[in-house]
């Protein structure tokens, strides 16, 4: 069975960091790209990160680039979102999904890691 | 960045009926869209990717029309589990993919 199993939400002050794991299983992770998808509370669905099959490339929101980091460890089957200098507007749901093999929409999601930012 | 509206904002329809929900982008995708079901509580699921083509194990009753800038979805035959919020998101500018604000199907 495919899963992506998200870990690592947390509360966390302004200003901290936090770093989100997805963990996949049932597919052969090197084959797929990997996205980044967030939620505000009660809002819409916000794509905020790429990364290619084999690393790269990889491509961020304007709003969080310079701040998030995504990585992917083949050896640990899993992909990464490193988030740094987080701020209130930063609080969501944070989803991993997988990127179809033949387009590039996200074909199978995690059931999310929730992070709160505040004081 | 590409604006993608959706239309209506809610739509309430009986079980049995037809739901007919639009999303038009601001400038053209080709077939560079997918819609999404949010069911409440649950994370996204891809239903129709490629404007047209259906997920594996969506069913029938799910279809997606449109390119360019107009697109629909399309569910016939309406179940109680089909309530839920769908999105429609563009991948045809790259970096830079973008989702609709949402449809809130609920079914009377």
């Known amino acids: 069975e495919v899963q992506l199993v998200e870990s690592g939400g947390d509360l966390v002050q302004p200003g901290g960091s936090l770093r989100l794991s997805c963990a996949v299983s049932?597919?052969?992770?090197?084959?797929?790209?990997m996205y980044w998808v967030r939620q505000a509370p009660g809002k819409g669905l916000e794509w905020i990160s790429y990364i290619g099959s084999r690393g790269s490339p990889i491509f961020y929101k304007d709003s969080v680039k310079g701040r998030f980091t995504i990585s992917r460890d083949v050896a640990k089957n899993s992909l990464f979102l490193q988030m740094n200098s987080l701020r209130a507007e930063d609080t969501a749901v944070y989803y991993c999904a997988r990127k179809g093999l033949n387009h590039d929409a996200m074909d199978v999601w995690g059931q999310g890691a929730t992070v709160t930012v505040s004081s | 960045e590409i604006m993608l509206t959706q239309s209506p904002a809610t739509l309430s329809v009986s079980p049995g009926e037809r739901a007919t929900l639009s999303c038009t982008a601001s400038?053209?995708?080709?077939?560079?869209l997918a819609w999404y079901q949010q069911r409440p509580g649950q994370a996204p699921r891809l239903l129709i990717f490629?404007?047209?083509t259906r997920a594996t194990g969506v069913p029938v009753r799910f279809s997606g029309s449109g390119s360019g800038t107009e697109f629909t979805l399309t569910i016939s035959s309406l179940q109680s589990e089909d309530s839920a919020i769908y999105y429609c998101?563009?991948?045809?500018?790259?970096?830079?993919?973008?989702f609709g604000q949402g449809t809130r199907l609920e079914i009377k």
């Open positions: 049932g597919f052969t992770f090197t084959d797929y790209a």
């Open positions: 490629g404007a047209s």
């Open positions: 400038q053209s995708l080709k077939s560079n």
């Open positions: 998101q563009q991948y045809n500018i790259w970096p830079g993919i973008t």
